[in-house]
């Protein structure tokens, strides 16, 4: 019984994940996953989604450390999802016109950080840019 309800309780992960395209900056060093109906771009770490909203990955110029309370403070925060030794995450207050947010996630690379940005209009797939986000890491 515990084996299915494990089962029950990972599938959906996987089965989302099926597919998905791995994305990886400029060196290799970082990447990250979009669905399968996103279109990779020329430009390393860049893909597309249908509707054109976009998604970057990319190497920091340093390593990576949580963000201060103050730094927080003077960014364009509109939900903050997570700052600890494992990822800063959160997305911008709207901006622009037409009205975009952006979901900006930094995780520990090999030796710096690395930075992904979801570009989309506000409430427009928020779980799959969620996931897209969470799927930052170092490259295997």
Not at 55 to 81: E, Q
Request: some cysteine; hydrophobic content about 40%; charged content about 15%.
């Amino acid at each position: 019984m515990k084996y299915a309800l494990l089962l029950l309780l990972c599938c959906p992960i996987v089965a989302a994940q099926t597919g998905w395209k791995t994305i990886k900056d400029e060196t290799g060093a970082c990447q990250m996953s979009v669905p399968p109906n996103w279109t990779l771009l020329s430009t390393s770490g860049t893909a597309n989604s249908p509707d054109h909203t976009m998604a970057t990955v990319t190497i920091g110029m340093s390593p990576f450390h949580p963000y201060s309370d103050m730094t927080l403070k003077m960014l364009n925060i509109g939900t903050l999802f997570e700052n600890s030794a494992k990822r800063s995450f959160w997305v911008t207050k709207p901006v622009g016109s037409p009205s975009l947010v952006t979901y900006h996630v930094e995780t520990p690379g090999g030796g710096n950080r690395c930075i992904a940005e979801i570009y989309l209009p506000p409430q427009h797939f928020v779980d799959e840019a969620k996931q897209i986000a969470t799927s930052l890491a170092r490259a295997h």
